[in-house]
């Protein structure tokens, strides 16, 4: 499922997208273009809804990610808090290499599980 409301740069194709589906016993949430300052309250907003809906996963999907500014990091640590106190699991997938290296960088590799790839996926 698209979110219907993607961020537009003066005309251009959408910059920041979230799509949603279930795979077994998750949810997972690929995200789609840049997290910022200005998309970072809509991917708050699907995460919270998805782990709300305490699945066993919540799996965000970060292969189509071009960027993460220090405010979508913030929220990927409140999710992953919340989504601890529910026991349900956040997982990153297939960061690329930048994304990897912040986390690495801020030392927030520890907090989240990461998985390279879908099971079945390339």
């Known amino acids: 499922m698209s979110d219907n409301r ?3 740069h003066g005309g251009a194709e ?3 997208d979230l799509e ?3 795979e ?3 949810i997972v949430v690929t995200v789609i273009g ?3 300052l200005a998309t970072a309250p809509r991917l708050r907003d699907r995460l919270e809804g998805a782990v709300g809906a305490r699945p066993d996963r919540v799996i965000v999907d970060l292969s189509r990610m071009d960027f993460i500014d220090s405010v979508g990091l913030a929220v990927l640590i409140d999710v992953a808090r919340t989504a ?3 026991s349900t699991a956040l997982v ?3 960061p690329q290499r930048a994304t990897r ?3 690495e960088i801020s030392g927030l590799t520890g907090l989240f599980r990461v998985e390279e790839d879908s099971p079945g996926r390339g």
């Open 14 to 16: 959408p910059v920041f």
């Open 101 to 103: 290296k912040i986390l």
């Open 92 to 94: 990153l997938r297939s």
């Open 6 to 8: 993607p961020e537009r």
């Open 84 to 86: 601890d106190a529910r």
């Open 24 to 26: 077994g016993d998750a």
């Open 34 to 36: 840049d997290v910022d």
């Open 20 to 22: 949603e589906a279930v």
